[in-house]
């Protein structure tokens, strides 16, 4: 076995020790699945950035980069413009819910605002939201597995699929968390020793300059309503994140949650310049390449050191993300539908739940990303889908009117809107976002005016709960 073989071994090794001990000093369900209040701000970062960003936000930003310049960092940027607003506009309602009414998840918390009715289709959006970003794993991960292994592609994407589902079993959120500090100081290592020499052989910025056509330096490339669909979507879509929400229940005080999304949005900045400068030089470098395959491929042309750190980047980015996003959806599923349905179900019922859910859902999904196309285009299509109740959940906030027909229809249709459009390939060019936007949005409106009520029931129960909460002494909240 050669050198960069036995190297990603070591990594997985030591990610998957760290996890293990944090494992192993927590063994009761919900607190290994949400961990309430037990993350300090060492923890709570790392959870959040490199959660944020998996795998396949490397590879797919560079793809972008190369293929369309700095317009690529909308995503990026929109999310690091998230993490600002979602403490402004919705922090102090999830650590209410989850301080008083122990909400352990996004659609616990939307069924307080609205009804049960409104529980059951988040989860459907969230299951389905971030099990398309767990689908892009074989087009972001497996290749450079592949290539620094000399397994073939299907069996790289296999060994993916176990190395993950052991993370997610073994670590519960906390471990983690723990194992994302690690990921993150590789995420970092990795673009870094990428940047450096792809710079150099580029030209510097003035080679960039030089041999880049004009559109490849204007943000608004991609065309105004697609630029502000990708912006915007990724802006609501942190909203409603379960890691964002997981954030706020599992710090020990709500100013460490709120100084881990300030330290994340100014983190995002440096990542979103390197992956940018990175696409961009890989397309001066070898302007015929393969979007999807350049980052690798240019990195193999330099130097074995820097082929290797930027695949472990690359698997760092997509270990660090995908255990959050399973234990999110298990999470999500075990506690809205499965404990729901299960009234009385053991620790040892639900464990067993946990386990099952975690393996079918992985392989199940891992299979479907194989025939993705684009791995930028999945995440954006995802977190599009999602922003549409990120808008409703806003609007109910602050506008009490607002009760629970209104916020499940206009949420029911613009859900089934956002995602027939992403799966239709966003006919004649249109994002997502826009059609489903538009018609949620004039559904909720008409409804809302129609309700009998000035202000809802379900909107004075959240009173209610803020009320409690402002009333409890500042070590409990």
């Known amino acids: 076995m050669d050198i960069p073989s036995l190297i990603i071994i070591a990594y997985f090794f030591l990610t998957l020790l760290v996890s293990f001990l944090c494992r192993r000093r927590n063994t009761e369900l919900q607190r290994l ?85 409104t529980r059951v289709l988040m989860v459907l959006v969230i299951v389905i939201t971030n099990s398309i970003a767990l689908s892009t794993i074989p087009l972001s991960t497996a290749a450079i597995i592949s290539k620094i292994t000399g397994l073939s592609s299907d069996a790289a994407g296999w060994l993916c699929c176990i190395v993950l589902i052991v993370m997610a079993l073994l670590s519960g959120l906390k471990g983690v968390a723990a194992m994302n500090m690690i990921h993150t100081f590789f995420m970092f290592l990795g673009l870094v020793v990428m940047l450096v020499p792809s710079l150099r052989s580029a030209g510097g910025f003035a080679g960039l300059s030089a041999a880049l056509p004009e559109s490849y330096f204007s943000f608004g490339s991609g065309g105004f309503w697609s630029v502000a669909a990708v912006l915007l979507g990724a802006v609501l879509a942190i909203m409603a994140s379960p890691l964002a929400f997981m954030s706020v229940v599992s710090s020990t005080k709500p100013k460490i949650a709120k100084n881990a999304l300030r330290i994340c949005a100014v983190l995002i900045l440096p990542f979103a310049a390197c992956l940018v400068l990175i696409g961009m030089c890989c397309r001066v470098i070898v302007p015929e390449g393969s979007a999807n395959a350049v980052l690798f491929d240019v990195a193999q042309s330099f130097n074995p050191a820097c082929y290797v750190l930027i695949g472990m980047s690359v698997l760092a980015a ?109 006919p004649f060019g249109i994002q997502p976002l826009w059609p489903s936007l538009a018609i949620s949005l004039v559904l909720l409106v008409i409804l809302t005016l129609l309700a009998p009520a000035p202000v809802s029931e379900s909107s004075q129960a959240v009173d209610a709960i803020f009320k409690e909460y402002d009333a409890l002494p500042a070590e409990k909240k």
């Not at 961990?35 to 923890?43: E, K, N, T």
Request: charged share 10%; hydrophobic share 50%; aromatic share 12%.
């Open 33 to 117: 699945l949400v961990a309430p209040q037990q993350l300090g701000l060492v923890l709570t970062v790392p959870l959040i950035f490199s959660g944020l960003f998996g795998g396949s936000t490397i590879t797919g930003t560079v793809a972008s980069a190369f293929a369309g310049g700095v317009s690529s960092a909308w995503y990026l940027l929109g999310t690091a413009v998230g993490c600002l607003l979602f403490l402004l506009l919705v922090f102090r309602f999830y650590r209410a819910v989850a301080v008083v009414k122990h909400s352990g998840s996004i659609p616990d918390a939307f069924a307080y605002r609205f009804d049960e009715r």
């Open 318 to 426: 997509t270990f660090s993300t995908a255990p959050a996003s399973l234990l999110s959806i298990i999470t999500t599923l075990n506690n809205d539908i499965y404990c729901k349905l299960r009234k009385n179900a053991s620790q040892r019922e639900q464990k067993i739940f946990v386990n099952v859910g975690v393996v079918v859902w992985t392989v199940i999904w891992i299979m479907i990303g194989k025939n993705a196309a684009s791995i930028l285009g999945q995440l954006t299509g995802a977190t599009q889908i999602k922003s549409v109740a990120s808008v409703i959940l806003l609007i109910s906030l602050y506008w009490k009117r607002v009760d629970r027909n209104s916020g499940f229809y206009s949420l029911l249709t613009g859900s089934v809107v956002a995602m027939g459009w992403h799966l239709a390939g966003n």
